[in-house]
Every structure is written in structure tokens, then in C-alpha cells.
């Protein structure tokens, strides 16, 4: 079955750029999405699209695709970024979605 | 401002059938997909299925045979039926809104708080 790849965790520190990537061999053909979740919260949308930002979320937060990776990039990391994000995708013909196992941002 | 709402049993015997129900408010079902996802305890987003406000589905492969998703535009409410569930489908299920609508996917841009659903006799 189709499956996205994500690092465990990424650690950096305040006003430092941290970069969160995700790999799947279908990413080329598909767009990917990308969720912040926090502790004990529902996850929340922060990249559509491969690029584009949803209404509310910070300009910080910027996405970049290339060939079967994709990368969420969020400049000048605060505090309150620490928190656990996943990509999503579907497949190479869009039949089903999948979740990268989720990376742990960490602000040290 | 659209909101979702997961209910329905937090405990479910081995074997037995997972409902739940996801009740919009603030939006209709119209020209969007709907869908629900799951999260074991301490682990990572499963996408289980989606359903078109017109009633088409997909499914994750890995539950198709066992979940059916449905639409009731009358009451703006879609549904989640888990079959033969068993300890690994312990976990919080969201329901939300997307990944797309009627112009193209963009994601899952609203979602319930979630509901823990805990498999035990």
C-alpha cells in the first residue's frame, strides 16, 4: 500500500528555520497537505495545494515541493510552533488518502 | 463559521459495530466531500474513508471491508459504521470537512473535536 514519509522529529531553536519534508513516490502527480496538531486538539490545515496558505495561517509557514518530496518550511520558528504535523496525500490515481506518520516539532 | 460534531458510543464491545455520527452546523453538505479519520492513542492520523454530499465514497483499503460511510443531507449529518471491530480500532475519530469541494481538493479545512472510541468488553 501507497505510504508517505516523514522524519520522527525536528528540533530547532526560537527565530531558527525548521523544515519538516515528506516523501511519496506519487507526490509528482499528487498535491500534498499539511496539519498542525497540538496536544489534545483536532489537527489544523496549514498548507494546501503543495504551497498555498489557508486564510489565518501565519506567513511564516511556507511549502515547496520537488520531484517526490515535499517540504513544509516554517521561518523564524516560535514557541507556540512546537507541536506534532502531518502530511497527506493520495495516491497516484487520487483513489485514496494517506497521512505521513507525522514529524515532532520541537523548539528547544 | 462551520463546525462538526462527532457522536455516539465512547465503548464498544469486540466484535460489535462502531457508529458514529458527525452533525454540520454553520454550512450545508452541499459540493463538499466529507471524512473521517482516526487516531490511535499516542500514534498518527489514519484516513478511513470519504463521502461526496451526493453519496459517492472512497475507502482506506486497509478497512474497506469493514466500514460504510453514508450522507444525510436532511438533517446535514454523515456517518461512520465500523464492522468487527477489535482493540486496534481504539482511538479518536474525527470527522471533517473536505478534501475537497464541487471546484477541487484542498484539504480538510474543518474539523470536530474528535471522539475516543474504546474497544473493551
Known amino acids: 500500500s501507497y505510504g508517505l514519509t516523514q522524519p520522527p522529529s525536528v528540533s530547532v531553536s526560537p527565530g531558527q528555520t525548521a523544515r519538516i519534508t515528506c516523501s511519496g513516490d506519487a507526490l509528482p502527480k499528487q498535491y500534498t497537505y499539511w496539519y498542525q496538531q497540538k496536544p489534545g486538539q483536532a489537527p489544523v490545515l496549514m498548507m494546501y495545494?503543495?504551497?498555498a496558505r489557508p486564510s489565518g495561517i501565519p506567513e511564516r509557514f511556507s511549502g515547496s515541493s520537488s520531484g517526490t518530496t515535499v517540504t513544509l518550511t516554517i521561518s523564524g520558528v516560535q514557541a507556540e510552533d512546537e507541536a506534532d504535523y502531518y502530511c497527506q496525500s493520495a495516491d497516484s490515481s487520487g483513489t485514496y488518502w494517506v497521512f505521513g506518520g507525522g514529524t515532532k516539532l520541537t523548539v528547544l | 463559521q462551520v463546525q462538526l460534531q462527532e457522536s455516539g458510543p465512547g465503548l464498544v464491545k469486540p466484535s460489535e459495530t462502531l457508529s458514529l455520527t458527525c452533525t454540520v452546523s454553520g454550512g450545508s453538505l452541499r459540493s463538499y466531500y466529507w471524512s473521517w479519520i482516526r487516531q490511535p492513542p499516542g500514534r498518527g492520523l489514519e484516513w478511513i474513508a470519504y463521502i461526496y454530499y451526493s453519496g459517492s465514497t472512497k475507502y482506506n483499503p486497509s478497512l474497506k471491508s469493514r466500514v460504510t460511510i453514508s450522507v444525510d443531507t436532511s438533517r446535514n449529518q454523515f456517518s461512520l459504521k465500523l464492522t468487527s471491530v477489535t482493540a486496534a480500532d481504539t482511538a479518536v475519530y474525527y470527522c471533517a470537512r473536505g478534501p475537497g469541494n464541487s471546484s477541487g481538493w484542498y484539504g480538510n479545512d474543518y474539523w470536530g473535536q474528535g471522539t475516543l472510541v474504546t474497544v473493551s468488553s
Open positions: 495545494k503543495d504551497s
